[in-house]
């Protein structure tokens, strides 16, 4: 099946700094990738929609200078949480849709940001 | 807009015990409905989903029926095994490139031998 994969699993960072997340489709190419944050305990929460070739499509309430993402190529998004503080620490989980493939989303393994 | 609301784990089970996992939805229309798996270190497989009300969904011993007088879709698994140890996540909505998927907290089910 297809696979989506997630650079790095887990990172602990300083107050202040910038972390990257990559995320990857291995073996399929994905126009489009979906960013997801988890709290423990709760729901996923869809962040932002990742365009190849175009702007990201962010949700309400999550600010998209403070999570910038880029879709470099067909097989490849990134993350980047700018400026990162304590609250920014969560499980941030992509997803890409395999085309042609309606409803079904293929998610990579997750990232654990801790930051200090 | 979609919501989902499913049963807090944990849930520990010995293994051939029968596995039930509620899950109840709010949805503008009629959404998709799925069962998502998470096993530890990856990420999220779909393990069954169901696209119309009466619809079921199976997969790997497990079922789920779309019942849309009860806006549920429970997760049933008649003889649980170790191996399906993880957590399961319901979610309601679109996939595919028009994504508006809602997805319940999660529950996690431990299969003891």
Redesign the interface.
């Known amino acids: 099946g297809a696979v989506?994969s997630?650079h790095p699993s887990r990172v602990i960072c300083k107050s202040g700094t910038s972390v990257k997340i990559e995320c990857r489709s291995l073996d399929f190419q994905a126009?489009?990738m979906?960013w997801y944050r988890q709290f423990p305990?709760?729901?996923?929460m869809?962040m932002a929609?990742s365009n190849e070739g175009s702007k990201a499509t962010y949700e309400q309430g999550v600010e998209k200078d403070k999570f910038l993402i880029n879709h470099a190529s067909l097989t490849l998004s990134t993350l980047t949480v700018t400026s990162a503080h304590p609250e920014d620490s969560s499980f941030y989980?992509c997803?890409a849709?395999l085309a042609g493939?309606?409803?079904?989303?293929?998610?990579?393994?997750?990232t654990r940001l801790t930051v200090l | 807009g979609n919501s989902v609301t499913q049963m807090e784990g944990p849930v520990t089970l010995s293994e051939e015990a029968f596995l039930t996992i509620n899950c109840t939805y709010t949805a503008t229309g009629y959404p998709s409905l799925f069962w998502y798996v998470q096993y530890p270190g990856e990420g999220l497989q779909l393990l069954l989903k169901a696209t119309k009300a009466d619809d079921k969904g199976s997969n790997k011993g497990f079922e789920a029926t779309y019942r849309k007088e009860t806006t549920s879709f429970h997760l049933e698994k008649g003889s649980v095994q170790v191996s399906d140890s993880a957590v399961y996540f319901c979610a309601s909505g679109k996939g595919g490139n028009n994504n508006d998927m809602r997805f319940g907290a999660g529950t996690r089910l431990t299969v003891k031998p």
Do not use: H, R
Not at chain 1, 41 to 44: E, N, R
Not at chain 1, 102 to 109: H, L, N, R, S, V
């Open positions: 989506v997630q126009t489009t979906f305990k709760q729901s996923l869809l929609t989980i997803s849709p493939g309606a409803d079904t989303q293929y998610f990579g393994p997750g």
